[in-house]
């Protein structure tokens, strides 16, 4: 059974930092693309980061760049996001997907993840 499991989500003042991580159950985890997505409250569900199977391609939206970092260890079947300078219009669930990807390269569109976890929450105070 393919499962994502999001954690190291929790509640951090601004300016500060946290680590997600997610670990996949993935058979294909070594060709998918994965990305991290969030949905702040009464908001629609938006991108963040992903990474692809390689790691030689990584997109960030605008709202983080700078100040985020999306990495892999394809070993463990690991995804992780680094999220420094932390704001309060950060705070949202975060969630991991999957997107099996073998030719490489990432997309923004989160119809094109099949697999995801069940979140995290952050929350950033100010």
């Known amino acids: 059974q393919v499962q994502l499991v999001e954690s190291g989500g929790g509640a951090v003042q601004a300016g500060g930092s946290l680590r997600l991580s997610c670990a996949a159950s993935?058979?294909?985890?070594?060709?998918?693309?994965m990305g991290w997505f969030r949905q702040a409250p009464g908001k629609e569900r938006e991108f963040v980061a992903a990474?692809?199977?390689?790691?030689?391609?990584?997109y960030y939206a605008d709202s983080v760049k700078g100040r985020f970092t999306i990495s892999r260890d394809n070993a463990k079947n690991m995804v992780y996001l680094q999220m420094n300078s932390l704001k309060s219009e950060d705070t949202a669930v975060y969630y991991c997907a999957a997107d099996y990807r073998p030719g490489g390269g990432v997309s923004v569109n989160l119809k094109e993840y099949y697999h995801w976890g069940q979140g995290t929450q952050v929350t950033v105070s100010s």
């Open positions: 993935l058979r294909t985890f070594s060709k998918a693309t």
């Open positions: 990474i692809s199977w390689s790691g030689g391609s990584i």
